[in-house]
């Protein structure tokens, strides 16, 4: 088992510190130098629309200031990391009123491409692509909204028409990500038997070992620990060697130097440095999650 050296995390430390943008930097000391949540959550706040959604390149790589279900999720994602679920703060009743009112959502869900992003053309996909997206999103009103609202019945709907999606095979990036999570949500909310539960976690068991076993896939997006959380994963043990083997690799393939590259290909510096940050963070968070520091 290979675990983190105190000279590679103060090299990352370097890095971050010489490269982050605020929000990360917040993040960071968050998680490795008892930083606060309220300090997160004030950058955070910068990136909020008027509508209650957000946008201003709070992804990286979309640098729009319009609200999309995309930098919906985004934010949610920062917020998981926080570990903050105060659903009466602004910031969240900001997130349900967008979600709910936002032009962007149809049957399939809340859209994952929208017009004039880093995906433009490409909305015909919205159909399988937007699967993660909506199951994360789902999965959150599920487990923290209440019942009577509008839009937890959206997201009952989804997740209802989510499920019934799982013998398509066709999940788009982050689908298969998006369902884990979802189970994830479904037990925490104690809300399983509103749904087909049995057939949702035994369809994603083969699934995920599937797609972890296939020698032939290569794809970023799809290695162990997009699937796998945590140790206490109901998909872990099934999948034990591949995933101690990723994080084995993680702490390999860290430069002696800095932080990660990236496995995709940025079109600016600046996008490129602050994903780096952001992917080093959660890379640490992981290890840590593993006992790999």
Known sequence: MNKLSKESFDEIRLWIYRNARPLDLALWKYHFENGSKEDVLLVLSFYQNEDGGFGNSIE???????????????????????????????????????LENTEYKADFGWHFITPGGNWDGREHEN??????ITA?????????????STIYNMAVQYTKMLIGKLSTNQFGDM????????????????????????YLCEKMKDIVWNKIHDKTNDFFMENPLMFVFSPRSRFYEDNRKEVEAELDQITNELPSKGVWELPWKESSEVSANWWKSFEAIDKLVQLKQFNRI
């Open 60 to 98: 990286p790589s979309a640098w729009k200031k319009e609200s999309t279900p995309y930098n919906v999720w985004f934010a949610i994602r920062i917020l998981k990391m926080i570990e903050f679920y105060d659903m009466t703060h602004p910031i969240y009743q900001g997130i349900f009123r967008y």
């Open 136 to 148: 994360i999103l789902s999965g959150l009103i599920l487990r923290y909204q209440d019942k009577q």
């Open 175 to 198: 689908g298969i990500q998006g369902y884990c999570k979802l189970i994830e949500d479904l037990e925490a909310a104690e809300v399983a038997e509103a749904f087909d539960y049995p």
């Open 127 to 132: 159909h399988y692509q937007s699967i993660g």
